[in-house]
């Protein structure tokens, strides 16, 4: 397991990738998500493997994509933080309600991250779809809760990020970074309410 890698995860249309901007603009080292630049990769060359023409080798390439993301963060030396981790594949095979491949729970397990995880909840006020996100809000809440599944049942500590604005959540991933660090400040537990 690595101590330094910090992710951050959630459903779409959470503010996760802004919250990652923002660490990355205060000196961070942070890893952007797969599945977005995937995606706009496919829609470039007209290709197949996309979440609404082939999620299984879409799934597949993001798994490559984060184990290949995971050994590159290995090269620096402090806190890196991560838009998603391998275990939002587990959430992404739960989400389509199919048996996660055992390779796919074995990366799970061999490239570990920190214990606390940070997950926006589904925020209604601030989603909305793009070239890439095209899930409706129904589906944006599905995924936070296959992410709540995958993690938990991979053994992290989700720690719900605030509906507040950027400082705020960028302040509260520090304070709680830094807790983590020292073993201290339980994380709070995900309710339906939190959603």
């Not at 705020?168 to 201290?184: E, K, N, P």
Request: glycine share 8%.
């Amino acid at each position: 397991m690595s101590s330094r890698f910090v992710v951050i995860t959630g459903g779409p249309g959470a503010g996760k990738t802004t919250l990652l901007n923002s660490l990355r603009q205060a000196g961070h080292a942070c890893v952007d998500e797969a599945g977005r630049q995937i995606i706009q990769d496919q829609l470039s060359i007209g290709g197949q493997a996309l979440h609404t023409r082939d999620s299984r080798l879409f799934a597949e390439i993001m798994l490559s994509w984060e184990i290949r993301s995971y050994r590159q963060a290995g090269r620096h030396a402090g806190v890196v933080f991560f838009d998603r981790g391998i275990p939002d594949l587990v959430g992404y095979h739960l989400l389509l309600g199919r048996p996660v491949p055992e390779h796919v729970t074995a990366a799970a397990e061999k490239f570990r991250y920190h214990r606390r995880v940070f997950i926006a909840p589904p925020w209604p006020q601030i989603y909305a779809t793009d070239s890439e996100r095209q899930q409706d809000f129904t589906e944006a809440v599905r995924t936070y809760e296959a992410m709540v599944a995958a993690y938990t049942m991979h053994g992290y500590d989700l720690t719900v990020l605030p509906r507040s604005d950027i400082a705020s959540r960028r302040d509260f991933v520090a304070r709680h970074h830094t807790s983590v660090d020292v073993g201290i400040a339980a994380s709070p537990e995900i309710r339906a309410a939190d959603i």
